[in-house]
């Protein structure tokens, strides 16, 4: 990994009875696109705001460039945030809000000109510079409050929910066009959001929270093909998960058998579980025999299939009632609801899911 | 537009409107009668304003009673702005935020008492100084609730963001904060002022020997209701609709911030 930006180790911090961080630990790379990723109470934003200076550790301590920001108050720290809300200052124009973090500086006039102009051309609101922002749509309020923050030229640019005030369509876009924008501008972006969706978009590297805890960090790729527990294995995209038992070199489902499997270290005898995504899960006619390297094959039955576009969707059920979902491309078959089929689990395909710390 | 035209409803509301403003237009009229006696038209005359404009006893009540006001309001903007700030973000005290709210609410001969012998105990002197202090109770509960409805609706993140873009805590206040609930102060302002201006009883209690401008129109109306306290009157009524068409149109929206037709978001 390259250089790292921020560093934080152990930070704790509780209000009143929550506790918000219980003991996170990460580091976060120059030129990194990386997300704070969880439900909402998960510490998340406590994490952003504690590297804005905007809220104090109770325990830990956060370094940027490798020297400890300590107690230094946000205007002391070369760091950024986008706000939520946005919180443009709505008696300004657009112009004097992204001009605001630079006339704090003391900077000569022209110079103050130019990196508002060229920022405003950065995010495309030249047009809007006069405008105040009771004027403009969300989308255009978001992009003012991006540039506002990214004209400091910060070492760090936090951004907390940053898409989460637009609607459907325009989070979509803006989610490719933030990753444009950072690849532009090659600052270094931390954002905090609940949509997993967005994350896996978005960034680099992912940390996925939960209870003021760290469970993994991990490229999109690795958190979704290699989850760490079962909670990130069911709150990123959809993961079939079967409740097995660890034994001494793998996991034993009932009644369908055992194989063996890097078990994370699960006791023997204590419970396990494993997962497997829709789309690495095989259906078979009923008569089929299971192609090489199946871990497990039990009979099911289509319970509903749904075609959509790219993808069909089937949902089978197997004797013992457990349900299964199965992703296929368009090309494969449409089994019909009710029909009987087999359900193979690749071995390769499955990842043990231990109950995690949280 | 359509509406069926409805001759009692109509009549009822020009009672109903006669009854609210005919006493006042009355008032206006007659402070223009060339008369002495307040109550027989006689004719057109600027009279009773040129002696109201000579009676130096009215004229220095009215410049006690401004003094007084400037002074309370200032104060209590000053003391009101602070407590709201600290109600609003420093305490979640329901006692604490009720307690700002009941000088609204004892009546004024209470409050009149109760300062008269307050000061008697400290051995202030009555006079303008212990009117402004009176004015300033209640004023600034007044400005407190005004500028806290102001403050509820401010989004803290814009003073973070402030913070966050390098300046300090005191600019943040100053270019931040403050113009954003300016129109609350600016409201209080206006408020306070206006009560200050025609405050009567408290006044009364606590004045001594100072004669305020209701003070003083009190005790010319002992002497019977003359044309020239219909011309003081007018002359006030003049006074406080300017206040509220000023305090209208700083309080209004601006007109470039909405949007026109055609150049609305995208």
Redesign the interface.
């Known amino acids: 990994m390259s250089h790292a930006v921020i560093a934080i180790e152990g930070a704790r911090k509780r209000f009143g009875e929550t506790i918000a961080l219980d003991g996170v630990s990460l580091e976060i790379a120059e030129g990194e696109f990386f997300a704070l990723l969880g439900p909402s109470g998960c510490g998340k934003t406590t994490l952003l705001r504690a590297i804005?200076?905007?809220a104090g550790l109770d325990q830990g301590r956060i370094l940027l460039d490798g020297a400890d920001l300590g107690r230094s108050?946000?205007?002391e720290r070369p760091?950024?945030?986008m706000?939520?809300?946005y919180?443009?200052?709505?008696?300004m124009r657009v112009r004097d809000n992204v001009a605001?973090?630079l006339r704090?500086?003391r900077l000569p006039r022209d110079e103050i000109d130019a990196r508002v102009d060229e920022v405003l051309g950065v995010v495309g609101l030249h047009d809007l510079a006069d405008r105040?922002p009771?004027?403009?749509?969300g989308g255009?309020r978001q992009r003012v409050a991006l540039a506002?923050?990214i004209v400091?030229r910060p070492r760090v640019l936090l951004l907390d929910e940053p898409l989460a005030a637009l609607d459907r369509q325009l989070r979509q876009e803006m989610q490719i066009e933030l990753k444009r924008l950072q690849h532009e501008v090659g600052l270094t972006f931390v954002v905090v959001t609940h949509d997993q969706e967005e994350a896996m978009t978005m960034a680099d590297r992912i940390a996925v929270m939960r209870s003021g805890r760290i469970l993994q960090v991990a490229t999109p790729r690795d958190l979704y093909r290699h989850p760490a527990d079962r909670f990130v294995a069911s709150f990123i995209g959809t993961m079939n998960i079967l409740d097995g038992v660890a034994t001494a070199d793998g996991v034993r489902l009932d009644p369908v058998g055992e194989v063996r499997l890097e078990a994370f270290g699960a006791a023997p005898g204590a419970p396990l579980a494993v997962g497997i995504r829709p789309d690495d899960v095989i259906l078979l006619d009923a008569d089929a025999p299971p192609p090489p390297g199946t871990a497990f094959a039990f009979p099911a039955q289509v319970e509903t299939t749904v075609f959509a576009g790219s993808q069909i969707h089937t949902l089978v059920r197997d004797t013992q009632g457990r349900a299964f979902a199965a992703t296929a491309g368009a090309g494969g078959e449409q089994r019909r609801e009710g029909s009987a089929c087999v359900v193979a689990l690749p071995l390769a395909a499955l990842v043990a899911l231990p109950e995690g710390s949280a | 537009m359509g509406e069926p035209r409805r001759p009692l409803l109509a009549a009822y509301m020009g009672a109903l409107f006669a009854f609210l403003y005919l006493p006042i237009a009355i008032l206006v009229v007659l402070s223009f009668n060339d008369s002495k006696l307040a109550t027989v038209w006689r004719g057109f005359s600027l009279r009773w304003y040129e002696e109201l404009f000579r009676d130096t006893e009215v004229l220095l009540s009215i410049r006690t009673t401004l003094v007084i006001a400037i002074a309370a309001t200032l104060l209590s903007i000053l003391f009101g702005t602070l407590l709201a700030f600290g109600i609003e973000r420093h305490t979640r005290s329901p006692a604490l935020e009720n307690g700002i709210y009941l000088p609204l609410l004892i009546p004024d001969v209470v409050t009149g008492i109760g300062l008269l012998s307050f000061f008697a105990t400290i051995s202030l002197p009555l006079g303008t100084t212990t009117v402004i202090i009176a004015h300033s109770v209640w004023g600034t509960a007044f400005a407190a609730a005004i500028v806290r409805t102001r403050l509820r609706g401010f989004d803290r993140s814009v003073e973070e963001a402030s913070l966050d873009l390098g300046v300090r805590e005191v600019p943040t206040f100053l270019r931040i904060t403050l113009p954003a609930i300016s129109p609350g102060i600016i409201a209080a302002a206006l408020v306070v002022f206006t009560l200050s201006i025609d405050e009567f009883i408290i006044a009364y209690f606590t004045a001594g020997q100072t004669v305020t401008f209701p003070i003083q129109v009190y005790s010319m109306i002992r002497f019977g209701v003359t044309p020239e306290i219909n011309a003081v009157a007018t002359v006030m009524l003049l006074f406080s609709m300017a206040l509220i068409v000023g305090a209208y149109l700083i309080a209004r929206p601006r007109g470039p911030r909405a949007a026109r037709p055609g150049e609305g978001p995208a």
Do not use: I, T
Request: aromatic share 16%.
């Open positions: 804005g200076g905007f108050r946000p205007y760091v950024n945030m706000f939520q809300s919180a443009l200052f709505p008696h605001y973090g704090a500086e105040r009771g004027q403009l749509s255009q506002r923050a400091k």
